[in-house]
């Protein structure tokens, strides 16, 4: 049962990467086509932004409610619609309608399985999910360029994408039975019934530690958040690498954390997740350490990124994947929406805000940029690791 369950799992991860992408790769068309500026991308990343936002902030009360088998399915469905919405857009303020259920399912669908994968699964398959999720976000866009470049247009991956996502739909509402199944047994083997009323914003905030996560997760996401949208601006502008080398190892980041993932599978269960992370992030420093370099040969800044992007590997799917164990069961689904919450909101402000220190101070500071939120992820952590320690030593509740 839990293994049928588990590959269903590992599809649902590989269809909510692959909208992830989809934005960016295929804008360049879009706007052309709508005929807007440039930056009206903005307007519809911040609309899906705050759709994922305000899903992440009531994961707990709909979790509660309906149970996390039929959120993942209603909300792979929203966003199967509203691709299919965006395919059939002929000018910009639909885009922008179209958005709000794209944002909304895709926050969902990404708190209610990554709080039922922490609960049920080992750290092992939490690593390997999120390889999965990487390798869809890849193949995003290469389906948005093979229809451009096959006379499909960027309306005719939209669709592909949203089929692939109705298909889904369908196979996740098929396994409902196995998402009964898993509940009952866990239910049976349960020392005593979860608490049936959700946790609001407040109470979660007064659990010891989760400012603290929030803080480290909001950190994490936007220093990977950063260098994927700025790292090959800055090798080009301020170290003069050629565009195309510039490009490759840009991407190389993604690459590095997709693989990452995958090795981090074979490990994350002899270390534990707090070693994980601790690993993770002090890689991810060297990493940023060999760009800031201040010298000419940019080999170490080139190679700097690629294990960058290692060390990003392993920090986000240990961080959610502790936090049954730090905040206790009943809490973990509410606690990890709040937390998707927090690294959407880094994943949607950091970057802007880098972008306005590049055009006003100078793009020489990404790395330092980076490298800041880097280090508040290790010290936040290593505060919540002491904080969870003692409350544990004590014996207190985890719940406020």
Same mark, same amino acid.
């Given at each position: ?289 060999? &760009?800031? @370099?201040?010298? #000419? ?5 080139? =190679?700097?990124?690629?294990? !960058? /992007? +290692?060390?990003?590997? %392993? ?61 508040? &992820?290790? @010290?936040?952590? #290593? ?5 969870? =320690?003692?409350?544990?030593? !004590? /014996? +207190?509740?985890?719940? %406020?």
């Amino acid at each position: 049962m839990y293994s049928l369950l588990l590959a269903v799992i590992y599809a649902a991860f590989i269809s909510l990467g692959l909208p992830d992408s989809l934005l960016g790769s295929s804008w360049p068309v879009m706007q052309q086509e709508f005929g807007v500026p440039v930056s009206f991308a903005g307007i519809v990343f911040m609309i899906i932004a705050i759709g994922t936002v305000v899903a992440s902030l009531l994961s707990d009360r709909l979790t509660r409610r309906f149970g996390a088998g039929k959120v993942t399915a209603a909300s792979v469905l929203m966003t199967g619609i509203a691709l299919l919405g965006f395919s059939l857009t002929e000018v910009f303020p639909l885009l922008c309608l179209w958005a709000i259920p794209y944002g909304l399912g895709a926050g969902a669908v990404d708190a209610a399985l990554n709080n039922y994968v922490a609960l049920h699964y080992t750290s092992r398959h939490m690593s390997w999910l999120h390889c999965f999720w990487g390798i869809g976000a890849s193949v995003g866009p290469y389906i948005i360029s093979a229809c451009l470049s096959g006379g499909w247009g960027w309306k005719g991956g939209y669709r592909i994408i949203s089929v692939l996502q109705l298909i889904l739909t369908i196979l996740l509402f098929l396994s409902l039975p196995l998402w009964k199944q898993a509940a009952g047994a866990e239910a049976a083997g349960a020392e005593s019934p979860a608490p049936e009323k959700a946790l609001g914003l407040l109470q979660v905030l007064r659990i010891p530690g989760v400012p603290l996560i929030l803080t480290a997760f909001f950190c994490s996401c936007s220093m990977s958040q950063t260098c994927i949208l700025w790292a090959s601006s800055y090798l080009v502008r301020q170290r003069q690498v050629d565009e195309t080398t510039a490009a490759s190892f840009a991407s190389l980041f993604l690459a590095g954390v997709t693989f990452g993932r995958f090795l981090s599978g074979f490990i994350s269960e002899k270390l534990g997740d707090q070693r994980m992370i601790r690993m993770g992030i002090l890689t991810v420093i060297g990493g940023l350490s060999l &760009v800031a @370099l201040p010298i #000419e040969f940019d080999g170490l800044a080139l =190679a700097g990124l690629v294990v !960058a /992007g +290692l060390g990003c590997a %392993p920090i986000y799917p240990s961080i959610i994947h502790s936090a049954p164990g730090n905040f206790g069961k009943e809490a973990s689904q509410a606690v990890i929406g709040v937390q998707m919450a927090a690294a959407y909101i880094g994943t949607a402000l950091s970057p802007p805000l880098f972008g306005v220190i590049a055009s006003r101070i100078h793009i020489g500071l990404f790395p330092f940029f980076a490298l800041f939120f880097a280090f508040m &992820v290790l @010290l936040m952590t #290593e505060l919540l690791n002491r904080t969870v =320690a003692k409350r544990k030593a !004590a /014996g +207190l509740k985890d719940l %406020p």
